[in-house]
């Protein structure tokens, strides 16, 4: 099943980077996908249901051309939607205040402490939508404490990931990307406070990020107890 998925992820980014109009052919995408689908869940019917072992096999064979299809054309519907909302989105210009929730275990360098996080509000004009991005707070006591599923207020300029530009680097655009990250910041010393009690944002985290930042946290209070 993976098979025919991969290429299509492949396709998605290639469209992504050769296309003009990218919601018309995000539209088309759609409806090949729905079609696939469509033509799947009529093949698997009629090959429980036809009478003939011939004819039935026929349409198992079937059953497994519009499987394959299916999954190619969704994993090129899925990566070019991915790769739209990633690279697509235009950050507000200059320092805005952010409401984030670090979804990532923070991780020390000698000059900062990088984390993952989500986006869940915000001030001047920062919209409340949910996206993922990667924050680098400047090391000191306080960022040295920060653990996975802390609620942050922080004042910053986010920015699209973007490359140095040297010959054969490391492609951390695209390593980003894949991640679903669309922005990222530096947070100076005295430039980020936990929430009050008023400003939490508790219950707004999409399902499946929320079990994972529990399950890291968990783990991060199993590790600290054995060592």
């Not at 984030?100 to 900062?112: E, F, H, N, Q």
Request: hydrophobic share 40%; with cysteine; glycine share 14%.
């Amino acid at each position: 099943m993976v098979a025919p998925f991969l290429p299509g992820l492949w396709l998605g980014r290639w469209l992504w980077e050769e296309a003009g109009e990218v919601s018309g052919l995000y539209l088309w995408l759609s409806i090949v996908v729905l079609c696939a689908g469509m033509g799947c869940l009529c093949a698997g019917i009629l090959s429980f249901r036809r009478p003939g072992d011939a004819s039935r096999l026929d349409f198992h064979a079937g059953f497994g051309l519009w499987t394959c299809l299916l999954l190619f054309f969704f994993g090129a519907w899925r990566s070019f939607g991915a790769w739209c909302e990633v690279q697509g989105y235009v950050w507000p210009e200059g320092k805005r205040v952010y409401h984030v929730v670090l979804t990532g275990t923070p991780k020390a360098t000698p000059r900062s402490v990088g984390a993952e996080a989500v986006l869940v509000g915000g001030r001047d004009g920062v919209s409340g939508e949910r996206r993922r991005v990667r924050l680098s707070f400047a090391r000191d006591s306080l960022s040295a404490a920060l653990r996975v599923g802390d609620e942050v207020w922080c004042e910053g300029r986010m920015r699209k990931p973007v490359n140095r530009g040297n010959p054969e680097e490391f492609d951390y655009v695209e390593y980003l990307s894949v991640k679903g990250i669309s922005g990222q910041a530096f947070i100076p010393s005295g430039e980020w406070v936990r929430p009050g009690s008023g400003e939490r944002a508790d219950g707004t985290l999409p399902l499946w990020t929320d079990w994972r930042v529990r399950a890291l946290r968990l783990r991060g209070k199993l590790v600290e107890l054995y060592h």
